[in-house]
């Protein structure tokens, strides 16, 4: 059956006092015609704080293309991602897809990088690499400091576009299919994320569209607006966090959709069918979003969450979990695996129970 989650009474018993809280009523989302995929996020109705609006694209740095679609190649997008900056696209009127024959790399020593694809563009990684790559201890993508695992630079936004195909199977670290950002910032708006893959098994591993490290001074991830599978057919798959998965990173999902997303791996992995956080001090956050028919093997059907020193916490805020399949250990609550006394404050939100 469904419970309404209205007030901390509503659950307590059954999961232990829970915080209540008010809604906020704004939603923003532009992206897009949807008969290549379901659109960008869910109306869920929480507001957008300015840290997770989309970066101003106004006065590009770099313009992909010329106008038509032809024009759009992987070597522009490499090439512009390489060099930073806000980056936009002028590939026609119609949505165009652009076979990704290498991976964006993203250098620490040039601009932040806004990759805007004007909610027409599709980036693939055909199936066979990831598509963006940022890691500022990656010494190939050169140092900046001597503390690079905790640095203010450089910053990745990517928004209103869209992320398929990525495969990280076969990469030097085989996680986020899609996306790979360790250090500095890294922000997720008005998106789409289909059919990304990362390594089938393995511990810790996990993100099939995105992977992420080492966010500087603790500041959360955004994601909003933006949907991770959405469809039977279209969900993203790893070993563990079927469609977004971190270590020591807290995140911030707004009005955000996870669907069919799948964490396949065996034993104690196939964690978090839709989300996988593990580490030491974080929260997620999630407002207004949706999490439904996602699977694992293991634990946390929609969310597996474990803070090594059981000094995470979990907020969410009108939205639904529900109908998502499989898993044990459900100390926190249905569809939510980790340690039962993880702060958890839940309110105006429903969450399905057995």
């Given at each position: 059956?469904?419970?309404?989650?209205?007030?901390?009474?509503?659950?307590?018993?059954?999961?232990?006092?829970?915080?209540?809280?008010s809604g906020s009523v704004e939603v923003d989302n532009p992206l897009t015609d949807p008969e290549d995929g379901p659109p960008a996020g869910y109306d869920g109705g929480a507001s957008i704080p300015a840290e997770g609006a989309p970066e101003d694209s106004s006065e590009?740095?770099?313009?992909?293309?010329?106008?038509?679609?032809?024009?759009?190649?992987?070597?522009?997008?490499?090439?512009?991602?390489?060099?930073?900056?806000?980056?936009?696209?002028?590939?026609?009127?119609?949505?165009?897809?652009?076979?990704?024959?290498?991976?964006?790399?993203?250098?620490?020593?040039?601009?932040?990088?806004?990759?805007?694809?004007?909610?027409?563009?599709?980036?693939?990684?055909?199936?066979?690499?990831?598509?963006?790559?940022?890691?500022?201890?990656?010494?190939?993508?050169?140092?900046?400091?001597?503390?690079?695992?905790?640095?203010?630079?450089?910053?990745?936004?990517?928004?209103?576009?869209?992320?398929?195909?990525?495969?990280?199977?076969?990469?030097?670290?085989?996680?986020?299919?899609?996306?790979?950002?360790?250090?500095?910032?890294?922000?997720?708006?008005?998106?789409?994320?289909?059919?990304?893959?990362?390594?089938?098994?393995?511990?810790?591993?996990?993100?099939?569209?995105?992977?992420?490290?080492?966010?500087?001074?603790?500041?959360?991830?955004?994601?909003?607006?933006?949907?991770?599978?959405?469809?039977?057919?279209?969900?993203?798959?790893?070993?563990?966090?079927?469609?977004?998965?971190?270590?020591?990173?807290?995140?911030?999902?707004?009005?955000?959709?996870?669907?069919?997303?799948?964490?396949?791996?065996?034993?104690?992995?196939?964690?978090?069918?839709?989300?996988?956080?593990?580490?030491?001090?974080?929260?997620?956050?999630?407002?207004?979003?949706?999490?439904?028919?996602?699977?694992?093997?293991?634990?946390?059907?929609?969310?597996?969450?474990?803070?090594?020193?059981?000094?995470?916490?979990?907020?969410?805020?009108?939205?639904?979990?529900?109908?998502?399949?499989?898993?044990?250990?459900?100390?926190?609550?249905?569809?939510?695996?980790?340690?039962?006394?993880?702060?958890?404050?839940?309110?105006?939100?429903?969450?399905?129970?057995?």
């Amino acid at each position: 059956m469904r419970r309404e989650v209205r007030c901390a009474v509503a659950l307590v018993g059954a999961l232990g006092a829970l915080g209540c809280g008010s809604g906020s009523v704004e939603v923003d989302n532009p992206l897009t015609d949807p008969e290549d995929g379901p659109p960008a996020g869910y109306d869920g109705g929480a507001s957008i704080p300015a840290e997770g609006a989309p970066e101003d694209s106004s006065e590009p740095d770099h313009v992909v293309g010329d106008g038509t679609a032809e024009s759009c190649t992987s070597d522009e997008v490499v090439d512009a991602v390489a060099h930073g900056g806000v980056i936009t696209f002028d590939c026609g009127d119609e949505p165009v897809t652009i076979m990704m024959e290498e991976t964006a790399k993203v250098f620490n020593d040039q601009p932040d990088v806004v990759l805007d694809g004007g909610g027409l563009i599709t980036l693939s990684g055909m199936g066979a690499r990831r598509i963006l790559y940022m890691n500022t201890c990656d010494e190939d993508q050169v140092f900046t400091t001597s503390h690079c695992n905790n640095q203010d630079h450089p910053e990745l936004s990517v928004q209103n576009i869209t992320l398929v195909d990525g495969n990280a199977k076969h990469e030097e670290e085989p996680e986020g299919g899609a996306v790979y950002a360790s250090g500095g910032r890294f922000k997720v708006v008005n998106s789409r994320f289909f059919n990304n893959v990362c390594v089938d098994d393995g511990s810790d591993v996990g993100g099939g569209a995105l992977r992420v490290f080492q966010q500087y001074n603790g500041q959360p991830v955004y994601v909003v607006n933006s949907t991770f599978g959405g469809a039977e057919g279209l969900g993203n798959v790893c070993a563990n966090g079927g469609a977004i998965s971190s270590i020591g990173v807290s995140w911030t999902i707004i009005n955000s959709h996870f669907s069919h997303n799948r964490a396949i791996g065996t034993g104690s992995n196939g964690a978090g069918g839709a989300i996988y956080n593990d580490g030491n001090t974080m929260t997620l956050s999630i407002h207004g979003s949706l999490i439904e028919y996602n699977e694992v093997q293991s634990f946390g059907s929609a969310i597996f969450f474990v803070t090594n020193d059981h000094s995470g916490n979990i907020v969410i805020t009108d939205s639904t979990i529900t109908n998502n399949i499989g898993g044990s250990w459900y100390d926190i609550a249905p569809q939510i695996s980790g340690h039962a006394d993880t702060a958890f404050s839940v309110s105006n939100s429903t969450i399905e129970f057995e």
